[in-house]
């Protein structure tokens, strides 16, 4: 079975917005870590979150971990159209340095 | 430039035929990984070597076969593919570690198995 699913599968923002897309997982993890793919490319590393770790910034990004519910969340805030694209989360399974992807949550900022 | 190329971008073979994607990292990291990647479905792990050892997905076929000579190349060896082997393959790296790196992933081969 998957270990993280983004939720929603899809979402459609005017440029300015904020963006909240939301991760689950079921094992025990080491890390969490965000990706973002543009169509047709390889995957880019944006943050990385701990286990011991409950929130964290980038940049216009904030990334929170809640360990209790298996479960994060991604906010792009003032979004652009720039940020078009799919954004995954990854965990690395029981600890290990295997790490699963979910199926990802399609983002569009419309200009 | 994202510090792992994978060849060729595009490849399209007959179910027949044999090929092979190379991947190639600069980044000095000791773990490579493939995964697929289809429409609608989750990345899929295929293969993991992490120094020198080989961690696989026992759901993958073995028509795909990986080669990891080095730490720094890995290779997929391609047979008799069926046409659900078409999607996108990714080869990443990573350096595995007290506190894992995040990965690095390359652009992909886009596969079309006819």
């Known amino acids: 079975s998957q270990q993280g699913e983004e939720d929603p599968q899809a979402l459609s923002i005017q440029e300015g917005e904020n963006a909240t897309m939301n991760c689950s997982y079921k094992t025990s993890i080491n890390n969490l870590q965000w990706y973002r793919q543009n169509s047709g490319r390889g995957l880019v590393h944006l943050i990385l979150?701990?286990?011991?770790?409950r929130e964290k910034h980038s940049g216009r990004l904030r990334v929170t971990l809640d360990t209790s519910k298996k479960s994060s969340s991604l906010l792009i805030t003032a979004s652009r159209a720039a940020d078009t694209a799919s954004y995954f989360c990854a965990t690395d399974s029981s600890g290990t340095y295997k790490y699963i992807f979910g199926t990802g949550t399609r983002l569009k900022v419309l200009a | 430039e994202t510090g792992v190329t994978q060849t060729p971008r595009h490849l399209v073979m007959g179910m027949t035929n044999k090929k092979s994607l190379k991947c190639e990292q600069h980044?000095?990291?000791?773990?490579m990984y493939w995964y697929k990647q289809s429409a609608k479905k989750p990345l899929e792990l295929m293969f993991v070597y992490s120094l020198e050892e080989r961690v696989e997905n026992n759901s993958v076929p073995s028509r795909f076969s990986p080669e990891c000579p080095n730490s720094s190349h890995l290779f997929l060896h391609l047979h008799t593919l069926q046409p659900e082997d078409s999607a996108l393959y990714l080869c990443?790296?990573?350096?595995?570690?007290?506190?894992?790196?995040?990965?690095?992933f390359g652009n992909g081969t886009r596969l079309t198995v006819t």
């Open positions: 980044l000095g990291h000791n773990a």
């Open positions: 990443a790296s990573s350096y595995t570690g007290t506190g894992n790196s995040p990965l690095h």
């Open positions: 979150i701990r286990s011991n770790e």
